[in-house]
């Protein structure tokens, strides 16, 4: 990859779309580090230390499975979603929802363009418009119950008005189980059929997720887990 950008140093760039993570996705706790090291270094390269990078999300690939979570692509999709949060200048482009089983290069752009444009035009314009869909903040046990707290869920809704779909519930034992949702104002709760004492939570943990879950804004959640990093 040096051989093509390093002709294109000294151009002057607002910004670039890095649309990669395939290929490293056996290694995700690696990418943690390895895509924050492009980003500073391609920022020296280029002498703009604001240089925005617009970051789009592995979509959804590879057939769809019944196991509640699956470990794969999702663990690189948090790579992801960990390097744009504490970047100042980088955003991210959810394209959980609008991928294709059988197609690594998923045919709608238009969805992964227009994310990418709110992106920049919230962090690096600094506009005040929505550009992310509902990202987890925070979740509180209920009983039986866990109730999840987002940012940028104003309008919480599903595409389809039915229940949330992509949640998985553990218990002391650590099994995962598919979880009953319910949107709560701007807060999700979840249940699960034989676990009542619920610990941990994981949103769209799979390769290939069944989501429907969005803000106002028809913007996507997040994919998330609460025993993470």
């Not at 990418?116 to 509902?134: E, F, N, R, V």
């Not at 099994?175 to 004492?197: C, K, N, P």
Request: charged content about 15%.
């Amino acid at each position: 990859s040096n051989g093509m950008i390093e002709p294109l140093v000294g151009t002057q760039l607002a910004g670039v779309i890095w649309y990669q993570g395939e290929s490293n996705s056996g290694n995700p706790v690696q990418y943690r580090q390895l895509l924050p090291a492009l980003i500073a270094d391609w920022r020296q390269r280029f002498a703009n230390p604001d240089l925005h990078f617009g970051i789009v999300q592995l979509a959804n690939f590879l057939p769809r499975v019944s196991d509640p979570v699956q470990e794969g692509w999702a663990g690189l999709r948090e790579a992801q979603a960990l390097t744009a949060q504490a970047d100042a200048h980088a955003s991210l482009a959810v394209a959980i929802d609008i991928g294709e089983a059988d197609d690594i290069h998923p045919k709608n752009k238009y969805d992964v363009g227009h994310r990418l444009a709110l992106g920049a035009l919230a962090k690096h314009y600094h506009l005040d418009i929505p550009a992310q869909g509902p990202a987890f903040q925070r979740l509180t046990i209920e009983q039986n119950s866990v109730r999840l707290y987002f940012n940028t869920a104003a309008g919480l809704k599903t595409t389809d008005g039915m229940a949330p779909q992509g949640f998985a519930l553990s218990g002391p034992d650590g099994a995962w189980q598919h979880a009953q949702a319910a949107i709560d104002g701007e807060t999700v709760v979840l249940r699960a059929e034989g676990i009542s004492a619920p610990r941990a939570v994981r949103y769209a943990w799979a390769n290939n997720p069944a989501v429907n879950l969005v803000n106002g804004a028809d913007l996507p959640a997040i994919p998330f887990r609460s025993d993470g990093p």
